[in-house]
């Protein structure tokens, strides 16, 4: 079945060490996206490529950064992990057209990540 | 910031309607209501979207009132399954995610 696949499904890290986790999928989608849902929280959209064009959100911490390398998947850095950083990280796929706002996403299963 | 209102928490009988209420009095023209859900440590489902009209598939019912301030969605027959967060989420461009509403079905 095609799907969003996310690798690994826990992370652990230690304080200030580089982290990158992974996306990839199998639906040919154009739109590739980064979501941090903190404990309790909802999800916030970090920042999206559509094709090759990297949109970054204005309050995104710089420590975050992003990789496509291809259609099939993405990377998520985080240069200096904190304890702030610890979340949950979801990676979700559209196929958009000309019209934004009426694509629909679909998530992978999400990364939990701990900083210790 | 998200442009729609939920209630934090609800709670309804196995087997019984769900209808998850939505306010969205900010809603310009050509934004259309979204609807996901996210059961616990999971990432968020697609469950339907809609513009102007009401909207019917495989998982729930859309319901928009004529003026598009609000919605309401309807989950015909609950089960225990259905026990998730559920997002209302009215999409500009990006889709930013509200605090949804808690539905718990219980036995």
């Known amino acids: 079945d095609a799907m969003v696949i996310q690798n690994p499904r826990y992370q652990v890290t230690q304080f200030g060490k580089p982290v990158t986790l992974s996306c990839s999928q199998t639906?040919?989608?154009?739109?590739m996206y980064w979501y941090q849902q903190k404990s309790s929280q909802a999800p916030k959209l970090l920042f999206h490529y559509y094709d090759k064009d990297f949109n970054n959100e204005a309050d995104t911490p710089d420590n975050f950064q992003s990789r496509r390398p291809n259609t099939s998947f993405c990377f998520l850095d985080i240069r200096s992990p904190g304890l702030g950083d610890a979340a949950m990280y979801l990676c979700?796929?559209?196929?958009?057209?000309?019209?934004?706002?009426?694509?629909?996403?679909?998530f992978g299963p999400g990364t939990r990540l701990t900083v210790l | 910031d998200a442009k729609t209102t939920q209630p934090p928490s609800m709670d309804c009988a196995e087997g019984r309607a769900a209808n998850l209420p939505c306010n969205h009095s900010?809603?310009?023209?050509?934004?259309?209501v979204y609807w996901y859900r996210q059961i616990h440590s999971q990432g968020p489902q697609y469950i339907i979207h809609?513009?102007?009209n009401n909207e019917t598939n495989e998982m729930a019912s859309l319901i928009i009132t004529e003026d598009r301030k609000s919605s309401t969605l309807i989950l015909p027959h609950a089960t225990l399954r259905d026990t998730a967060v559920y997002y209302c989420i009215v999409r500009d461009d990006d889709m930013r995610f509200g605090a949804g509403t808690r539905l718990t079905v219980k036995p």
């Open positions: 809609g513009l102007k």
């Open positions: 639906l040919n989608h154009n739109v």
């Open positions: 900010t809603i310009s023209g050509n934004e259309y």
């Open positions: 979700a796929t559209s196929s958009e057209g000309d019209s934004r706002g009426t694509d629909t996403q679909y």
